[in-house]
Nanobody, 124 residues
Framework: QVQLVESGGGLVQTGGSLRLSCAVS????????MGWFRQAPGKEREVVAA????????TYADSVKGRFTISRDNAKNTLYVQMNNLNPEDTAVYYC?????????????????WGQGTQVTVSS
């Protein structure tokens, strides 16, 4: 059974940085397309960034381009997102997800496995 465990969330001031990690076990991490999603109160879950299985292709939501960087370490079965210049609009629960699709996807429905989420709160 594939398990995803996020870590690294917390409270940060506007302009600050956080790095989220997602440890994956029980599957073949290097074969999965991976993504970070977030969900703020009262809003739908949205994609933040996604990365191909090799790590060569990355895509970002417009709202985080230039501020967030997604990466992966296939030797450590771990996904990361470095989040810089955070603002209150980034406050949400952040989820990592794994997809068995062959190409990078940004739709919630294309992801097969999900973590439990980690809270990120940005104070003004």
């Amino acid at each position: 059974q594939v398990q995803l465990v996020e870590s690294g969330g917390g409270l940060v001031q506007t302009g600050g940085s956080l790095r989220l990690s997602c440890a994956v076990s029980g599957g073949t991490f290097s074969r999965y397309v991976m993504g970070w999603f977030r969900q703020a109160p009262g809003k739908e879950r949205e994609v933040v960034a996604a990365i191909s299985s090799s790590g060569l292709y990355k895509t970002y939501a417009d709202s985080v381009k230039g501020r967030f960087t997604i990466s992966r370490d296939n030797a450590k079965n771990t996904l990361y997102v470095q989040m810089n210049n955070l603002n209150p609009e980034d406050t949400a629960v952040y989820y990592c997800a794994a997809s068995t699709q062959a190409v990078v996807r940004t739709r919630y429905a294309d992801y097969n496995y999900w973590g439990q989420g980690t809270q990120v709160t940005v104070s003004s």
